[in-house]
């Protein structure tokens, strides 16, 4: 009899409130992440007859036409991060080490070229150096010939000054940790100035300078918009990927799948590398005195006052361009003289329904991302198991998974039944939540780990369950880490292009799509006019972002 | 209302370590009871398994007659303060106190009467509206504990309360809580590390170590009668000597110090040798030519009310002997020869394998 009760209370304790939280996200991600991920892969072994095949595989390393955008990626995504760690690391030396003038400006504009749009860029250097760009013209009048901006020349550069921002920050951040006893130890032990850097600082900062590589690496190898509209002959496998889906009409997936895995077997290899090889060598230190910062005379000062805003001012340049031209008069695909509003008149015309779009699907996949996020941190922090390092896992697993991705993926999985989604709203919102979660879950993770257990225990054994306890304690104290992460993912979900573009139908177009339909048809006005509202909503929630985290939480 | 906790043979394992080997004990009605014992003795593991935070491996803990080991940890009633308050950081004095209340649904006006009682009791009603950022370690600590009482709980649990604040502020709190305690007259449960604080605050003492209770007793009895060697050592100082034992043909036995004299005692049972524990108070110094073991002293600290000896015996170990200021005229210096006396009722006398041994 006391047996029975006590099996039949451990049962009823178990199904407690988190284990049923923590069963139903599993099963959440079994179904949205994990099935579509096998179903791509089951694809790219089978034929469309069923049979298991290889041919797929053979076909993508023996042709030149499929192994060459692997190269090109590669290529890309290795210029792409080494000359990113080339801008970003002295930005970051000269920034965090020397007294040069507008110090927040700069990181402003660095953070915010970082979070715009990611085509916005390759767009505008077309508007500026393109065939019949403003630059290029004003030149050709003085009978120079520039030359052209587009392939692979154009997608680096494009993707420096868009990525460098991540080794610029999360170096900074080193070099201002690095306490100021390590490198007065080095300058006592005899060690001039510039072999200190070489031998102590740069050094101690290296696992985080790889950690803001990897970042660069990934995403120049994930991103789609870029290299589609400036690359023209130049082809990426996240391209290939795009074209392959779209001709396979009838949604046989076969090829696009084994290029999926492909691309997704790249950066999980480079993120493994990462995780086991870099992050071991990690020094953890807090700055008891954080290092000094040298005051410079006034003629140094100026000089690298204005090589940092040098740099941040081109890397923020195609935002100014993207609203500059978004007033400018057009003729058709001609922008002509003076200034309208007839490209606005055009999109709230025309093309309404993709903004309510964006914003209707961004709103619903934040509030899904908030409260998923809030429940997922707290597990994956508090309820410490294998099942949950498990989700965590898988929570963070589409970080290497590249958006166009993630978007056939889904698309493969969910237009047959028993479940079918495409072509739905839903669609796109699961494929956010999926991908801009993880934002929202590191910073509430973040501030969760600072909560002590016993706050909690103080709430329950008051009489409060820890479900209550939960809702009326720790989310509160969890809110300012929640909401960044969450401004965070916002802002990265209005702005995503490449699972949109392979998950969109008429209905449920979003502005990230309409601009690139928009720029294809060469209607660069509407095109601007959309990137602008992106452009803007993405600035002022950036600036809403610094006030809710007061510089607590990062952007990357 | 308070009610007893009875503990039954009572098991908490991680892994293959064993926290809590089959404790029992009972915490009687209204008993400040103190668990005492090192760092990872299973003191706090314990204290936590009452409180629900832990799970029972094995075995019943009871409170009143009520067997309460599946109950969830918001329905036991109990009372808890941290050893870092855990004060609630969004909210205010008054809302921290009143969170309980409001748990257990009790109307507004009297949650503000019962709240603004509780904060006089701790004394800090006018910090009602302060928010914890703005109260000091003190502070924070009376908020914690009007909190845990305000719900009039059936047992009050306290971990480490005291730890964290500064030595002037410890002795103030800890004759706070014992007077709450004697007033409301709620169960208490504290764990402790510190033993004057222990004996300070309790009625009765478990003392911990290797999750199993070493000696259950008041703290006059487990200062003057440990039970063992380490709670001879673990409370106060003691010093161990060696002794011989010798029976004579009445079967009278006699201990007896190396270069000492020989005492009668009476033992549980027969042993060759036994192990004698003596605080530095229980010994009398005489002078070199007075009775007891010779010695020299190598350092002495005045501490004002006694000064404290550090005495080498012949046969190299070095034992400490404390003098009172009061009984003496002058203090002695390093290099003085002494005879170490001690009287036989005193001391305590264990085997070798440290358990007790003599006979009260």
């Known amino acids: 009899m006391v047996n029975e009760q006590s099996i039949a209370g451990k049962i009823k304790n178990h199904f407690n409130f988190w284990n049923i939280t923590k069963y139903l996200f599993i099963i959440l991600l079994l179904i949205f992440l994990v099935y579509p991920l096998f179903a791509i892969i089951f694809r790219s072994f089978y034929n469309t007859e069923g049979e298991f095949t290889m041919k797929f595989y053979k076909t993508f390393f023996t042709k030149a036409y499929y192994y060459r955008t692997l190269i090109n990626s590669l290529k890309?995504?290795?210029?792409?991060?080494?000359?990113?760690v080339a801008v970003g690391v002295p930005l970051a030396y000269i920034t965090s080490r020397f007294n040069v003038f507008g110090k927040k400006l700069i990181n402003l504009l660095i953070i915010m070229s970082l979070m715009s749009p990611p085509f916005i860029g390759a767009y505008s250097w077309i508007m500026l150096l393109g065939r019949n760009g403003f630059i290029t013209n004003l030149f050709e009048k003085i009978g120079i010939t520039m030359p052209p901006i587009y392939g692979f020349g154009g997608i680096i550069m494009v993707f420096t000054l868009k990525l460098f921002p991540y080794v610029y920050l999360y170096v900074s951040g080193a070099m201002s940790s690095i306490d100021r006893s390590l490198e007065e130890a080095a300058e006592n032990l005899g060690s001039s100035k510039l072999r200190r850097v070489f031998t102590v600082t740069i050094p101690v900062i290296m696992p985080t300078l790889a950690a803001g590589a990897i970042m660069v690496f990934m995403s120049s190898l994930a991103d789609f918009g870029t290299p589609m509209l400036i690359g023209e002959g130049y082809k990426v496998l996240p391209v290939l990927v795009y074209e392959e889906y779209m001709s396979e009409m009838g949604g046989n997936a076969n090829m696009a799948g084994a290029l999926s895995v492909v691309i997704v077997f790249c950066s999980t290899a480079v993120l493994l590398i990462q995780k086991y090889v870099i992050s071991r060598k990690n020094y953890v230190m807090t700055a008891m005195r954080p290092p000094i910062i040298e005051k410079l005379s006034m003629a140094k000062r100026i000089l690298l006052t204005a090589i940092c805003m040098f740099v941040a001012f081109v890397a923020f340049l195609p935002q100014i361009v993207v609203v500059i031209t978004s007033f400018v008069k057009t003729s058709g695909p001609i922008f002509v003289k003076g200034f309208s509003l007839e490209s606005y008149e055009k999109i709230f015309y025309k093309l309404s329904k993709n903004i309510t779009n964006t914003f209707t699907f961004s709103i619903i996949a934040?509030?899904?991302?908030?409260?998923?996020?809030?429940?997922?941190?707290?597990?994956?922090?508090?309820r410490k198991s294998k099942i949950n390092s498990f989700l965590d896992l898988l929570i963070m697993f589409p970080y290497v998974i590249p958006g166009a991705v993630l978007g056939i993926c889904m698309l493969v999985a969910f237009n047959k039944p028993p479940i079918i989604l495409s072509g739905s709203a839903a669609i796109l919102i699961i494929a956010y939540v999926i991908r801009k979660m993880p934002y929202t879950i590191r910073s509430s993770s973040a501030l969760l780990y600072q909560i002590e257990p016993s706050i909690e225990e103080a709430s329950i054994n008051l009489g409060v369950s820890p479900m209550k306890t939960f809702f009326k304690i720790t989310a509160r104290m969890m809110a300012p880490g929640v909401l960044s992460g969450a401004i965070l993912s916002w802002i990265t979900t209005i702005n995503e292009l490449s699972s949109s573009i392979m998950l969109y139908s008429g209905k449920t177009a979003t502005i990230s799509v309409a601009i690139y339909t928009e720029v294809v048809r060469s209607s660069f006005g509407t095109a601007a006019a959309l990137a602008?509202?992106?452009?803007?909503?993405?600035?002022?929630?950036l600036l809403l972002f610094n006030w809710v985290s007061k510089g607590k939480v990062s952007v990357i | 209302m308070s009610h007893s906790v009875k503990v039954c043979n009572v098991v908490k394992k991680y892994d293959d370590f064993v926290a809590v080997d089959k404790i029992s004990c009972e915490i009687r009605e209204g008993e400040f009871f103190t668990l005492l014992g090192p760092s990872g003795c299973g003191k706090t593991t314990l204290l936590r398994m009452i409180a629900?935070?832990?799970?029972?491996?094995?075995?019943?803990?009871?409170?009143?007659?009520?067997?309460?080991?599946?109950?969830e940890a918001h329905k036991r009633d109990i009372g808890m303060v941290f050893q870092n308050y855990a004060i609630f950081p969004h909210m205010t004095v008054y809302d921290n106190v009143a969170y309980g209340l409001k748990a257990r649904k009790v109307p507004k006006d009297q949650i503000e009467v019962k709240v603004m009682e509780a904060l006089d009791l701790v004394q800090i009603k006018n910090l009602k509206d302060r928010k914890p950022s703005e109260l000091s370690g003190g502070q924070q600590q009376r908020v914690a504990l009007a909190r845990a009482i305000v719900i009039k709980p059936g047992v009050l649990l306290m971990d480490e309360p005291l730890s964290n604040l500064d030595a002037k502020l410890r002795v103030q709190m800890r004759t706070i809580i014992k007077k709450l305690q004697k007033d409301l007259g709620i169960t208490t449960v504290y764990v402790t590390h510190d033993q004057e604080e222990a004996l300070a605050i309790s009625d009765r003492i478990a003392i911990m170590k290797s999750g199993k209770i070493m000696q259950l007793d008041t703290p006059a009895d487990i200062y003057k009668r440990p039970r063992n060697t380490f709670v001879a050592g673990f409370i106060g100082t003691?010093?161990?000597?060696?002794?011989?034992?010798?029976?004579?043909?009445?079967?009278?036995?006699?201990?007896?110090?190396?270069?000492?004299l020989e005492y009668p005692v009476k033992l549980k049972r027969k042993l060759e040798t036994a192990i004698l524990s003596i605080r530095p108070e229980q010994f009398i110094i005489n002078g070199p030519d007075g009775r007891g073991i010779p010695g020299e002293i190598q350092m002495y600290t005045f501490l004002g009310d006694f000064a404290n000896y550090e005495i080498k015996l012949p046969g190299g170990q070095v034992v400490e002997a404390n003098e009172y200021t009061k009984d003496i005229d002058f203090v002695r210096a390093i290099g003085d020869r002494i005879r170490l006396d001690f009287d036989p009722e005193k001391i305590s006398l264990f085997d070798q394998e440290g358990t007790e041994a003599y006979l009260w």
Not at chain 1, 377 to 382: M, T
Not at chain 2, 238 to 260: A, C, H, P, W
Request: aromatic share 8%; proline share 0%; hydrophobic share 50%.
């Open chain 1, 76 to 84: 890309v995504s290795v210029l792409t991060t080494v000359l990113s």
């Open chain 1, 366 to 382: 934040i509030a899904i991302i908030i409260v998923a996020g809030m429940l997922l941190s707290y597990l994956i922090v508090k």
């Open chain 1, 532 to 541: 602008s509202i992106l452009t803007i909503t993405t600035i002022l929630s």
């Open chain 2, 52 to 71: 629900g935070f832990n799970s029972i491996d094995d075995g019943e803990i009871y409170f009143g007659d009520k067997v309460i080991n599946q109950i």
């Open chain 2, 238 to 260: 003691s010093n161990f000597l060696d002794v011989q034992v010798r029976y004579d043909d009445k079967m009278n036995t006699f201990i007896k110090v190396e270069g000492g």
